[in-house]
T-cell receptor, first 113, second 113 residues
Framework: GAGVSQSPSNKVTEKGKDVELRCDPI?????LYWYRQSLGQGLEFLIY????????KSGLPSDRFSAERTGGSVSTLTIQRTQQEDSAVYLC???????????FGSGTRLTVV | DQQVKQNSPSLSVQEGRISILNCDYT??????FLWYKKYPAEGPTFLIS?????DKNEDGRFTVFLNKSAKHLSLHIVPSQPGDSAVYFC????????????FGKGTLLTVNP
């Protein structure tokens, strides 16, 4: 597609439920990133995928968070047993190669009630 | 520990005047700096960048200045336009992990007509 697509755009979930957030990167972009922005905070790095290499998961805040990228394209970020502090905007970005400028999606606003 | 700091949460300027957004960093390994602009309900979009080997980069109305000794960079917008009203994020990248961006918390710029 023309841009990075994320779904859903908004998600309200009950505390303790699992959620899945989807990211469709720009076709041909080998690098994919997940960031999140909590209220009043900057963008916090979560995870990075580059081609077929092992992902850099160093930013994932807890083992309730996981992500996968199938076929080098679509990525899913999964949050298990959601907590209220998980409420944030989750942003996905892709780039044609690592180190180049990112293109961000519009994000998924997650609210845990 | 915030490695990229934007100490002004907001800035208001008159249309036609100069907007100056500031950013400070603490990590001396950062060697590439970027500014992103974000409108509500949209993902951040890349605006302008600068390598640490330069002290200035200009693109139309936007100029970024880098003072390495002070670990400080600034974004100048001249002349400011109402459409520039957005949140501006400063981001930095280190040569070692040249894919992960560290973001500041952002500055909300309001340009008044």
């Amino acid at each position: 597609g023309a841009g990075v697509s994320q779904s859903p755009s908004n998600k309200v979930t009950e505390k303790g439920k699992d959620v899945e957030l989807r990211c469709d990167p720009i076709s041909g972009h080998t690098a994919l990133y997940w960031y999140r922005q909590s209220l009043g905070q900057g963008l916090e790095f979560l995870i990075y995928f580059q081609g077929n290499s092992a992902p850099d998961k160093s930013g994932l805040p807890s083992d309730r968070f996981s992500a996968e990228r199938t076929g080098g394209s679509v990525s899913t970020l999964t949050i298990q047993r959601t907590q209220q502090e998980d409420s944030a905007v989750y942003l996905c970005a892709s780039s044609i190669d690592r180190g180049t400028g990112y293109t961000f999606g519009s994000g998924t606003r997650l609210t845990v009630v | 520990d915030q490695q990229v700091k934007q100490n002004s949460p907001s800035l208001s300027v008159q249309e036609g005047r100069i907007s100056i957004l500031n950013c400070d960093y603490t990590n001396s390994m950062f060697d590439y700096f970027l500014w992103y602009k974000k409108y509500p309900a949209e993902g951040p979009t890349f605006l302008i960048s600068i390598s640490s080997i330069k002290d200035k980069n200009e693109d139309g109305r936007f100029t970024v200045f880098l003072n390495k000794s002070a670990k400080h960079l600034s974004l100048h917008i001249v002349p400011s336009q109402p459409g520039d009203s957005a949140v501006y994020f400063c981001a930095a990248r280190s040569g070692g992990s040249n894919y992960k961006l560290t973001f500041g918390k952002g500055t909300l710029l309001t340009v008044n007509p």
